[in-house]
């Protein structure tokens, strides 16, 4: 998504946000197995955290990073996805594809 001109914030985001879409978590599988799905805490907005990676934010993506609110998906959680037949939201920031589970967040 990260073009190599600039693009107002604005803009970015209404664009970040008209890509973001439901997905159930079989159809992510192959990326899953490549390393390349991050999964993003409910607690989170989805389109800020993409709209952070986009813009290569380093502070924030390393303070979610840390904090645990944002990491890759690990063979716990992608096995429990799998049982549950999960639908997510999902949008992709080359080369990741961030995903959020907002059924979690009814469950906390």
Same mark, same amino acid.
């Given at each position: 998504?990260? !073009?190599? =001109? !600039?693009?107002?914030? #604005?803009?970015? %985001?209404?664009? &970040? &946000?008209? !890509? $973001?879409?439901?997905?159930?978590?079989?159809?992510?599988? %192959? =990326?899953?197995?490549?390393?390349?799905?991050? @999964?993003?805490?409910? !607690? +989170? #907005? /989805?389109? #800020?955290?993409? =709209?952070? =990676?986009?813009?290569?934010? %380093?502070?924030?993506?390393?303070?979610? +990073?840390?904090?645990? /609110?944002? #990491?890759?998906?690990?063979?716990?959680?992608?096995? /429990?996805?799998? *049982? @549950?037949?999960? *639908?997510?939201?999902?949008?992709?920031?080359?080369?990741? &594809? +961030?995903? @959020?589970?907002?059924?979690?967040?009814? $469950?906390?």
């Amino acid at each position: 998504m990260h !073009e190599n =001109f !600039e693009v107002e914030p #604005d803009v970015l %985001k209404a664009k &970040i &946000i008209s !890509e $973001t879409a439901r997905i159930q978590w079989l159809e992510l599988q %192959k =990326f899953y197995a490549a390393g390349s799905v991050v @999964q993003v805490s409910a !607690e +989170l #907005d /989805l389109v #800020d955290v993409a =709209f952070a =990676f986009s813009q290569d934010d %380093k502070a924030a993506v390393q303070h979610w +990073l840390h904090s645990g /609110l944002v #990491d890759r998906v690990n063979d716990t959680q992608a096995q /429990l996805w799998v *049982e @549950q037949q999960a *639908e997510l939201w999902a949008v992709v920031i080359s080369p990741w &594809i +961030l995903v @959020q589970d907002k059924a979690a967040q009814a $469950t906390h």
